[in-house]
């Protein structure tokens, strides 16, 4: 079995700063790209930040230059280090990832439970 574990939200004003981390586990031979998704009261789910095995990135235009990215293979776990946070940042974030529990295995499509971030003054 495979878990994705969600930490680090919480609440801040606006202009600061949290990061999140996402923490795989369980039966893994190859863990392939990682993201974060996030889904605000009213609004779709959407993809805030992905990163290849490559440690290629993609960003959504609203967090271009505040959101950074970034995993450590080791561990595997993925981070997201938000700056500058905004109130329309609110939302529960969700870890995504794309993971291959076998050699031979097609791989399966994982997503944590969310941890809540809320921007507030």
Known sequence: ??????????LVQPGGSLTLSCAASGRIFRLNHMGW???APGKQRELVAI??????????DSVKGRFTISRDSAKNT??????SLKPEDTAVYL???LIKSLPLSAPGNYWG?????????
Do not use: F, H, K, P
């Open 113 to 121: 439970r969310g941890t809540q971030v809320t921007v507030s003054s």
């Open 78 to 83: 993925v981070y997201l280090q938000m700056n």
């Open 95 to 97: 870890c995504n990832a």
């Open 37 to 39: 998704y996030r889904q």
């Open 1 to 10: 079995q495979v878990q994705l574990v969600e930490s680090g939200g919480g």
């Open 51 to 60: 990163i290849s095995s490559g440690d290629n990135t993609d960003y959504a």
